[in-house]
C-alpha cells in the first residue's frame, strides 16, 4: 500500500524558516518522483516544487524560486522541503504526491500524480 506522511508544518513569521518533510512507503521510492503541492483557503492546489527520485532533476514555481529546496534522501525514503524567507502568502495545507516521472511541462499538473499524503498545515503570520 502506497503512504506518504507529511510532517513538519506550523506556525512562523514572515521572514522565518521551515522544512516540511515527506515519509514514503510501499513503492521504489528511489525510481519514482515527488512533487509538492499547496492549497490556500479559497485556492485552487497548484505545484509548488518536484524531484524524479530517478534522476535528481528539480522543478520550482516562479513564486518560490530562491527560497525553498527540495531533496530526496532515498535511504530514508524521504523527501523534504526547506522553506526560507517566508511570506504569508506561503500560508496553505501543503501536500507532496508521487507519480513515475514529471517533465518540465508535467511537473506542476495535479492529474500527473497517483498518490497522495494527507496535508501538513503552514502558516506564515505578518
Known amino acids: 500500500e502506497v503512504q506518504l506522511v507529511e510532517s513538519g508544518g506550523g506556525l512562523v513569521q514572515a521572514g522565518g524558516s521551515l522544512r516540511l518533510s515527506c515519509a514514503a512507503s510501499?513503492?521504489?521510492?528511489?525510481?519514482?518522483?515527488i512533487g509538492w503541492f499547496r492549497q490556500a483557503p479559497g485556492k485552487e492546489r497548484e505545484g509548488v516544487s518536484c524531484i524524479n527520485n530517478s534522476d535528481g532533476t528539480t522543478f520550482y514555481a516562479d513564486s518560490v524560486k530562491g527560497r525553498f529546496t527540495i531533496s530526496s534522501d532515498n535511504a530514508r525514503n524521504t523527501v523534504y522541503l526547506q522553506m526560507t524567507s517566508l511570506k504569508p502568502e506561503d500560508t496553505a495545507v501543503y501536500f507532496c504526491?508521487?507519480?513515475?516521472?514529471?517533465?518540465?511541462?508535467?511537473?506542476?499538473?495535479?492529474?500527473?500524480?497517483?498518490?497522495w499524503g494527507q496535508g501538513a498545515q503552514v502558516t506564515v503570520s505578518v
Open positions: 510501499g513503492f521504489t521510492f528511489a525510481d519514482y518522483a
Open positions: 504526491a508521487t507519480t513515475w516521472y514529471v517533465s518540465e511541462s508535467s511537473w506542476s499538473l495535479r492529474s500527473e500524480f497517483d498518490f
